[in-house]
């Protein structure tokens, strides 16, 4: 079971889109509607931001929307602010076996 | 709404057991997968395996498999951690967190650092 891989960074000025990407195998990302995208600021506990490749929990901004083709997931933050800036990382139900796999995570920088 | 808190030693020697235990409230432990995902420091984030009550069935990451135990006790709401043998590549931050089939994981608790040393 090998790690989905992220970009290692991300930028983008306040107002703008940023899009990260995850990619893995028909095994993982590619084979399941099941990737979830998480929000980590520094000395902090992640946050789950999108489940099941789009979905919202509540509380979540609408800036922050999901989806997926192919092997590859996506994370789009639209409106970029200040706050968004912190680590995010994807992952993804993972085989026959059920596990759980993590991407390396990108760290989204607001210039 | 659910809560969950890791807590357990924060130094454990090299070549022994690291024990965390995870206390859920606002929700029962008979529903739902329970996690516990790793970071270690500057790293990023490494799942170790979750726990089910149904069955009492557990799923381990192959490369820990070997050296891990999840268990759970219904009656005090807890699920808890035995990682053996630890080296130095065990330094981390442990968490635990609620989880589903589709392995979305939320709440995430705080975090509790762990030092292996001597």
């Known amino acids: 079971q090998s790690a989905l891989t992220q970009p290692p960074s991300a930028s983008g000025s306040p107002g703008q889109s940023v899009t990260i990407s995850c990619t893995g195998t028909?095994?993982?990302?590619?084979?399941?509607?099941?990737v979830s995208w998480y929000q980590q600021h520094p000395g902090k506990a992640p946050k789950l931001m999108i489940y099941d490749v789009s979905k919202r929990p509540s509380g979540v901004p609408d800036r922050f929307s999901g989806s997926k083709s192919g092997n590859t997931a996506s994370l789009t933050v639209s409106g970029l602010q200040a706050e968004d800036e912190a680590d995010y990382y994807c992952?993804?139900?993972?085989?026959?076996?059920?596990?759980?796999?993590f991407g390396g995570g990108t760290k989204l920088t607001v210039l | 709404q659910v809560q969950v808190q890791e807590s357990g030693p924060g130094l454990v020697r090299p070549s022994e057991t690291l024990s965390l235990t995870c206390s859920v409230s606002g929700g029962a432990i008979t529903s739902h997968y329970w996690n516990w995902i790793r970071q270690p420091p500057g790293k990023g984030l490494e799942w170790i395996g979750y726990?089910?009550?149904?069955?009492?069935?557990?799923n381990y990451s192959p490369s820990l498999k070997s050296r891990v135990t999840l268990s759970m006790d219904t009656s005090t709401n807890q699920f808890s951690l035995r990682l053996t043998s630890v080296t130095a590549a065990d330094t981390a931050v442990y968490y635990c967190?609620?989880?589903?089939?589709?392995?979305?994981?939320?709440?995430w608790g705080q975090g509790t650092l762990v030092t292996v040393s001597s």
């Open positions: 726990i089910v009550y149904h069955g009492g069935s557990t």
């Open positions: 967190a609620r989880g589903d089939w589709s392995s979305w994981l939320d709440p």
């Open positions: 992952n993804s139900h993972a085989g026959t076996n059920n596990y759980v796999v």
């Open positions: 028909s095994s993982d990302v590619g084979g399941y509607n099941f």
